[in-house]
């Protein structure tokens, strides 16, 4: 798997905020791809530019045979990615080859980013359990969600805009959060 480099601009003010997401001093071919995505994740590195990764085209046909429903979760694509991480090989590069505009995906589909945000992307860590990525890493990345991403105004925002849709949402991403918790902080 190649992994492109990308920097990230601010649409409202115009500037580059990010030069580079993944900091990287050497440009390398890595053989346990699990590992790197693990240090990515922990990084806070965002794996879901899909512009910017490039797939050995069995790997992905395994990734989505292996979870067929991937492709209705927004952030599906961390799972590809990490998925075929474990398929062998990566690389990333040092050069930034893609410029991503932000935030331009919760402005224009304020719905659909909630959904994503609170559902989908706490669903994709719970799925990254399941093809071998460490389970405390994992949990933890759901509770650190959870304690350092989480809006309470976006939240009673969207019960009021969109009462069916942020209510269930809510009540799976309070399952997983409070599984992930008890898992990390009890059984650990």
Known sequence: MLALNFSIRSIPTREIVTERVFEIENEEVRADGRAVIENSLAADWILGLMSGMIYKTEAIKLALQKRPSSPENAEGQIYWTAFCATQGSIKITKQTYIEYASPMFFQTKPKEWF??????????????????YDKKLCRELIFKHFTQKNNWKVVLGAIRRWPVLAITTMVSYFRLVGVSTWKVTVLS
């Open 115 to 132: 959904k994503r945000h609170y559902a989908e992307l706490p669903e994709v860590y719970m799925k990254l359990i399941e093809i071998g």
